[in-house]
């Protein structure tokens, strides 16, 4: 075995084509050891996937500054679609890394995301950028473990542009899913990041749900109007949260939770499922039809230190609430969102 392949302050597409030019040299039963300062799991599935080589890998220091990894090469190629399971990877991290990952691809290729959640705002991403060469089968749909499996189908016209994190035709995804979408997208932005919307008309609807949510915290730009298409570009604020207020900055907010539709005797037990899925960091926006205040205090007696509320909008026939999870040794949760609460004939609440 070579001395190991150190990474270590590299910008991160160098720190990809060195491990893949190490793993391109590495003969059949080879071992290679990585060392990084950041997680380069991620460069080892591409290469996985791009070169159709089965690896193993054994994870030997896992960060969060330090980073061992031994791959070793396999003499045969992957047999099956390999599994890309980005589980283990931060959830604002993720689209990057997978829209990034099929650009990659060539035609015929692909792979199994494996993920924990519904990864359906991906597939809209995916189809606004690269049109119809996006192969999408779901292979399982169940709670903290969804598999789809993802082919690029042919060539792609796709013009990357480096200043966008993501784009979004709205008028190829359904209509109930659009708002949706754009604000699960925009909760996983990077502060200064931005992403683009085309429309088939300027859509005011949203940057009023964004003026609601956000605040002033984002930046509304029409680039282009024409009959039939404008496109507007998004671009979070630095410093901004992915919420109303700069509390919700540390979660990653993975979907939307409306039960607006379920019996009243069901809600309840559908919220719980759906806190108890969440990885810390993560949270999702409940809608509801009215004020879901007694909600609160049963999360407060029953959920930890780690328990996140945060009002987005409280309008008539539709409230929205985040609900997350924090680090609970990071000093944030329940506490915080209680500071600013108002007076209450009950436990404080940020009401």
Known sequence: MEDPLDVRDQPRADRRDRVFDRLDRAEPGETVAIAADTDVRPSVAQYRIER?????????????????????????????????????????????????????????QGFVLVNDHDPEPLYHELRSTHGDVVGWEYERRDSGDWRVEIEKTGESEAESDADVAATFDVREIPKSDRHPTIHHRYGNLEAGDAMEIVAPHEPKPLQREFRQRYGDAFEWAVLDRSPGEVRVRITKEPGAADGGDADGDDLAVTTELDVRDRPPAERHELIFE?????????????????????????????????????????????????????????????????????????PQAPF
């Open 274 to 346: 759906s806190y108890a899925d969440l990885e810390a960091g993560e949270g999702f926006v409940l809608v509801n039809d009215h004020d879901p205040k007694p909600l609160y205090h049963q999360f407060e007696a029953e959920a930890g230190p780690e328990f996140r509320w945060e009002y987005r909008s409280k309008e008539p026939g539709e409230f929205r609430v985040l609900i997350g999870k924090t680090d609970a040794g990071s000093g944030s949760g329940s506490t915080a969102t209680r500071s600013d609460a108002a007076a209450d004939d009950g």
């Open 52 to 108: 159709e080589t089965a690896l193993e890998r054994t994870v030997d220091r896992d960060g969060p500054e330090e980073w061992e990894l031994r791959v070793t090469k396999q003499a045969e190629s992957a047999a099956e679609t390999p599994e890309f399971d980005v589980r283990e990877i931060p959830p604002k991290r993720r689209h990057a890394v997978l829209t990034d990952t099929f650009d990659r691809l060539e035609p015929g």
